[in-house]
Structures are given as structure tokens and as C-alpha cells.
């Protein structure tokens, strides 16, 4: 069964930093699209950064541009997101998602509260 | 951004009655190669979202044959064609011809 996890979520004071890792197993993850989705409780889905599978290509929300990282090591089957500079508004269930050839990947996500 | 519009927004269904969601897209999905870049997703309360279609008909492994996806361009409809306990959640559809990839608003869709 493919696995998708999660870590490093936690609460953070507003202008600090955090970073998610994703770990997977149980599928190519060296060929596939990953990339970090956030929802706000109640509300839709947002993407947040997309990855190719080689690591050469990086897409950010505008929201986060600037702030964040997303990174992988194929060796490792391991996706990360460093988030700096937190914000309130960046209070959300983090999901690490894999696009591949064989399906479309979802963690149980990791929630990340950003708070005084 | 692309702006994904479903309707409706909220889905009351009996059990064994059909259902259908209807997602307009502000422009065309359809790529350089022919595919069209759209996918609809499900997500049970409590849980993870779940791709269900993508490529506006291709279910995805798992998924049950009484769902099945239409359309063409900027239009397309999700059906169930008998609605079980189990179908109860939010469906969203989602777009990934463009950057950033976006969603719909989400229909929420619930037991009569």
C-alpha cells in the first residue's frame, strides 16, 4: 500500500519558521510531480509549491512566494516544505500530494498553527 | 488564475437517487497535447481529499463505476448514478493546465 507522511507541523509564533517532510514509500516517487496543499478548516483546497520530478522545476502560490522552499531528495522518496517568515493566514492542514503516472497521491496532513 | 465555478454548492440526495455537480472553468483546459488538465476529487468528512477522476472521464483505481465524469473545454459534470452512504462529503474540481493549479468552492454533498 502507498504511503504518504507527514511531520514537522506544530504551532509557531507569527515571523518564525517551520519545515514539513514528507515521507513515501510503495511508489516511484523519483518519477512523479509532488507538491504541498494547504486547506484552511472549512474551507476548499489551495496549492501551495509544485516540484518536477528531477527537482529543476519549482512553482509558488503567490501568497508564499518568497518565504517558502520546497525541496526534494529522490534518494530518500522525501518531499520537504521550509516555510519562513510565518504569517497568521498560513494556519492550515498541510498535505503532501504525489501526481503520478500510476495515481494521484494524498498524506493525512499536518497541521501547522501559526499564533502569539 | 484560473477560476474554477461549481454548482451547486450544496446536494441533498436520497439514497439510490442520481446526483450530478456540475464545474466551469474560466478558460479552456485542454493542453498543447490533446489532454484536458481537470480532475474531480472527493473528500469524506475527516479525511484527506481523494482524486476520483482526472482527464475529465479516467477513474482512478478504486473508484467505483457509478461515478463517472463529462465534458469538454470549460464545462464538465461529475455523476453519481446511485448515491450510497458512503458517497457523503465535499466534491471539488481542480484544475492543473495552469500555475497556480486551482480548485472549485466545493459541493457538499449530504443524505436526504
Known amino acids: 500500500e502507498v504511503q504518504v507522511v507527514e511531520s514537522g507541523g506544530g504551532l509557531v509564533q507569527p515571523g518564525g519558521s517551520l519545515r514539513l517532510s514528507c515521507a513515501t514509500s510503495r511508489f516511484t516517487f523519483s518519477t512523479c510531480w509532488m507538491s504541498w496543499v494547504r486547506q484552511v478548516l472549512g474551507r476548499g483546497p489551495e496549492w501551495v509549491a509544485h516540484?518536477?520530478?528531477?527537482?529543476?522545476?519549482?512553482y509558488y502560490v503567490d501568497s508564499v512566494k518568497g518565504r517558502t522552499t520546497i525541496s526534494r531528495d529522490n534518494a530518500k522518496s522525501s518531499l520537504y516544505l521550509q516555510m519562513n517568515s510565518l504569517r497568521v493566514e498560513d494556519t492550515a492542514v498541510y498535505y503532501c500530494?504525489?501526481?503520478?503516472?500510476?495515481?494521484?497521491?494524498w498524506g493525512q496532513g499536518s497541521l501547522v498553527t501559526v499564533s502569539s | 488564475d484560473v477560476v474554477m465555478t461549481q454548482s451547486p454548492l450544496s446536494l441533498p440526495v436520497t439514497l439510490g437517487q442520481p446526483a450530478s455537480i456540475s464545474c466551469r472553468s474560466s478558460?479552456?483546459?485542454?493542453?498543447?497535447?490533446?489532454?484536458?488538465?481537470f480532475s474531480w476529487l472527493q473528500q469524506r468528512p475527516g479525511q484527506s481529499p481523494r482524486r476520483l477522476i482526472y482527464g475529465i472521464s479516467n477513474r482512478d483505481s478504486g473508484v467505483p463505476d457509478r461515478f463517472s465524469g463529462s465534458g469538454s473545454g470549460t464545462d464538465f459534470t461529475l455523476k453519481i448514478s446511485r448515491v450510497e452512504a458512503e458517497d457523503v462529503g465535499v466534491y471539488y474540481c481542480m484544475q492543473y493546465i495552469d500555475w497556480p493549479h486551482t480548485f472549485g468552492q466545493g459541493t457538499k454533498l449530504e443524505i436526504k
Open positions: 516540484i518536477s520530478p528531477d527537482g529543476s522545476g519549482k
Open positions: 500530494v504525489g501526481f503520478c503516472s500510476g495515481g494521484n497521491y
Open positions: 478558460q479552456s483546459l485542454v493542453y498543447s497535447d490533446g489532454n484536458t488538465h
